[in-house]
């Protein structure tokens, strides 16, 4: 019986084989390496990935699916909405997998989890900052996102797409768009165009207090055709920041290295006081 697109889970199955075979090119997986898929769905890209790594583990909300799922004896399944899964528990669960499978290498075995999915664009955002928080334990991330979304991600400053996004990814991952996905490759076919987007961890990162970072770049961002005096200039102001930061510039105007700079200046010299009203 074939398995109809729900609207509610956001489905779109990939049918085209090239593009299939240009996603599984660019992620080049390797014998053993601890992978999971999100939303595998009908198995597309499930199929070539795990004839090249010989097991694999996926994560699928929707039930049905996740039953023909696991009539395939190399895959591990995980029912559930990928915002409720515990990423840095299911990395230790993987790679032990692994490391117990016969065959397995031991590099292998302990590398970090590779994470790869078609994933829901109506909540594409919130699961990338739901990874976000465990990235210390992610090797790469490849995943088929709305081309404007992802455009976003790789913006760079002075650009309309540059935005919040780009600046909260970029301070954790190198970024890349590669490959275009038209709608005529999904059935059925979304209303927009897609791609696939390469993010792979920095290996030593800015270190800062990302709420602070978050809280900061949403300020400043707020009302990004205004210059940043009156927005981010007022937070600062009520935070008695005391250091220097031009805030006759746009937010877009501004590169990503100076806002995770300032959130460094901010974070040394918090404001007296428990309790402050923000914007």
Do not use: C
């Not at 075979?21 to 199929?47: H, W």
């Not at 928080?133 to 760079?156: N, S």
């Not at 935070?239 to 805030?247: L, P, S, T």
């Amino acid at each position: 019986m074939k398995h109809v697109a729900r609207k509610r889970f956001g489905q779109h199955f990939l049918t085209d084989r090239l593009i299939i075979q240009g996603i599984v090119e660019a992620i080049a997986p390797l014998p053993g390496q601890p992978m999971v898929e999100i939303g595998p769905g009908l198995a597309a890209l499930t199929r070539p990935l795990v004839e090249r790594l010989g097991h694999l583990t996926v994560i699928e909300l929707d039930r049905d699916l996740a039953h023909q799922l696991r009539a395939h004896p190399k895959l591990t399944v995980v029912e559930s909405d990928v915002l409720r899964v515990d990423f840095r528990q299911l990395a230790e669960q993987v790679q032990l997998a692994a490391s117990q499978r016969e065959g397995a290498t031991a590099d292998a075995a302990s590398s970090r989890l590779r994470v790869v999915g078609n994933l829901p664009y109506n909540i594409s955002t919130p699961i990338l900052f739901h990874l976000l928080d465990v990235v210390d334990v992610i090797e790469d991330q490849h995943f088929m996102l709305q081309k404007e979304v992802i455009d976003r991600m790789v913006a760079v400053p002075s650009t309309s797409d540059f935005g919040r996004l780009s600046v909260m990814l970029q301070w954790r991952y190198a970024m890349e768009s590669v490959l275009d996905v038209p709608p005529q490759s999904f059935d059925p076919p979304p209303r927009v165009d897609s791609a696939i987007v390469r993010m792979v961890p920095h290996a030593e990162p800015v270190a800062l207090d990302v709420k602070l970072l978050s809280e900061l770049v949403r300020v400043a961002f707020s009302q990004r055709r205004k210059l940043l005096r009156h927005t981010l200039g007022k937070w600062l102001e009520q935070r008695g920041f005391a250091g220097e930061f031009n805030v006759k510039r746009r937010a877009e105007e501004v590169p990503v290295a100076e806002y995770l700079a300032l959130a460094q200046q901010v974070a040394a010299h918090p404001p007296p006081g428990d309790k402050l009203d923000m914007l």
